[in-house]
């Protein structure tokens, strides 16, 4: 393995593992490839059924990636944000047919309007990236500073009871998908840390890609695992109801072994 500072200073090889220091998302080969592995997921219709459940004329999509919730929101003919730190990212949005029909905003949550969305969403497990509590704690006081009053906060994070780091093997996750440019591409998460006790704590993945030129990319990303009463107790000391927790996104309750934890919160 080979590391290096950026996927710029390494020499593309066939054989050797290209180590970048920055996130997937500042990667635009990386970004590239993002929406095809997330290929047939289920929660966009969970958040898209909330924007019409709370009729939201403007929903905030925080964590925006490459856009697509974004882009059915604007479709209904609301006024749709999405706001995202990294370029790469924001590129495939701008690009996405619709994508000029949404505002979208290169930053993080303190970027964002302030009493203008009647809902505020972050999907794709958005808030598990905001590792310190700190960061946590500022992010939802920008939220409830973004929202209307009496305006919706929706997000879902991983269940920290459930043994990711057992999932979480090259075994379990490898695939082969097709590229968007042709040809396929292979990718596969392994836990390479965990620190922290078990209802609170921050585990380190190494993400690994080869593109169809032979290129092995990998990049690392630490995320943080709250308890749901954790989440519940920021949630409250932050201004917000929570109002549901599903388990799933048939809407059913969280059971012990559920995957997720889905908040609906109400700013208060
Ligand atoms: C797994 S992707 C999810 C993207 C999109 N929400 C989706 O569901 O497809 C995580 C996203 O969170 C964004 N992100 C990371 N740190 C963030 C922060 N501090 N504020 C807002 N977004 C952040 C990343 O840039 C990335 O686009």
């Not at 996130?23 to 969970?46: I, S």
């Not at 203008?116 to 700190?134: C, K, N, R, S």
């Not at 949630?235 to 809407?251: I, K, P």
Request: charged residues 25%.
């Amino acid at each position: 393995m080979q590391p290096v500072n950026s996927l710029n200073q390494a020499a593309a090889s066939c054989n050797s593992v290209t180590v970048t220091d920055k996130l997937w998302t500042e990667v635009p080969e990386l970004a590239a490839v993002y929406d095809t592995e997330c290929a047939g997921r289920r929660d966009h219709d969970f958040y898209l059924a909330l924007v019409a459940r709370f009729d939201a004329r403007t929903v905030v999509d925080l964590g925006c990636g490459t856009g697509v919730f974004c882009v059915d929101v604007a479709a209904r003919g609301r006024t749709s944000i999405g706001i995202d730190p990294a370029e790469p990212m924001l590129d495939i949005a701008r690009r996405r047919p619709g994508g000029d029909q949404v505002e979208w905003v290169h930053g993080s949550a303190a970027d964002g309007p302030a009493g203008a969305a009647e809902l505020v969403i972050m999907m794709g497990h958005v808030a598990q990236y905001f590792v310190d509590d700190d960061a946590w704690a500022s992010t939802l006081a920008h939220v409830h500073r973004m929202l209307v009053p009496g305006g919706r906060l929706a997000f879902e994070v991983r269940n920290p009871a459930i043994d990711w780091a057992s999932r979480w093997t090259r075994q379990s996750t490898e695939s082969a998908l097709d590229h968007p440019d042709g040809g396929t591409f292979d990718s596969w998460v392994e836990v390479v840390d965990v620190v922290g006790p078990p209802e609170s704590y921050r585990m380190t993945h190494e993400g690994h890609t080869v593109l169809p030129d032979g290129r092995h990319l990998s990049a690392r990303e630490t995320l943080r695992f709250r308890s749901r009463e954790q989440i519940e107790a920021t949630l409250a000391a932050h201004g917000f109801t929570v109002e549901q927790v599903c388990g799933d996104w048939d809407h059913s309750p969280v059971r012990a072994d559920s995957l997720e934890f889905i908040f609906v919160a109400k700013r208060t």
